[in-house]
């Protein structure tokens, strides 16, 4: 069964130091997103992105992060310098549509902790 | 503005049980609501629903939702220990994004 990959799975990083988050949607989706969940809090939305644009962001999503296609299947989340606060769960979805009924599916998530 | 909320926060009862847990919403445009089970990381889809009334069933569990009254349970029955994880419900609006609730935490214990 297809499904959603990230990498990494642990990432341990200094404030201050730029992270990139790693990708890999469903082969046939064309909507991606990224979420984040802070520890004992919940799910929240970040960036949803279709057509190599973002679609929408949330207040949390600004000028410190971005995302990119790269290529034909990567989907990646940079933090160019991280804080504190920015320690958390990620985690990358991706649906076929945007019809708003349709399933998004999510990655293992990849956990960072900056120190 | 947009929210989810769940109860109860959490629950804890006996193998063989029976549990109802409980989503409210408001949310403008509102076009599906989904459960998702998390475990140790990523949500597990579970359901999807956007009409009222419609039962949809997965062996133990079940669903519905209320679209007047703005809310949705999902039912497990004659619970087991591999049912204990955090349950999530989330609304989509006629963006992409999904509105998470804050998670029931339900504990089987044998």
């Known amino acids: 069964e297809p499904e959603v990959t990230q990498t990494p799975s642990h990432q341990v990083t200094q404030m201050g130091q730029e992270v990139i988050l790693r990708c890999v949607p469903i082969?046939?989706?064309?909507?991606f997103y990224w979420y984040r969940q802070i520890l004992g809090q919940k799910v929240e939305f970040l960036v949803s992105?279709?057509?190599?644009?973002?679609?929408?962001k949330s207040e949390i999503f600004d000028d410190q992060f971005s995302v990119e296609r790269p290529d034909g299947s990567n989907f990646t989340l940079k933090i160019r310098s991280t804080k504190l606060e920015d320690s958390a769960m990620y985690f990358c979805?991706?649906?076929?549509?945007?019809?708003?009924?349709?399933?998004?599916?999510f990655g293992p998530g990849t956990r960072l902790l900056v120190l | 503005e947009d929210k989810v909320v769940q109860s109860p926060l959490s629950l804890v009862v006996h193998e063989g049980d029976t549990v109802t847990l409980n989503c409210s919403y408001e949310v403008t445009n509102f076009r599906s609501l989904l459960w998702y089970k998390q475990e140790k990381k990523a949500p597990t889809f579970l359901f999807m629903l956007t009409s009222s009334g419609i039962e949809k069933k997965s062996g133990r569990l079940s669903s519905i939702l209320d679209k007047k009254e703005l809310f949705s349970i999902l039912n497990i029955t004659a619970t087991q220990t591999g049912d204990s994880a955090v349950y999530l419900c989330?609304?989509?609006?006629?963006?992409?994004?999904?509105?998470f609730g804050q998670g029931t935490t339900l504990q089987v214990k044998p």
């Open positions: 989330a609304v989509r609006g006629n963006t992409g994004k999904l509105i």
């Open positions: 992105f279709y057509n190599n644009e973002i679609s929408e």
């Open positions: 082969s046939n989706h064309l909507y």
């Open positions: 979805a991706s649906s076929s549509r945007l019809a708003g009924t349709e399933t998004q599916y």
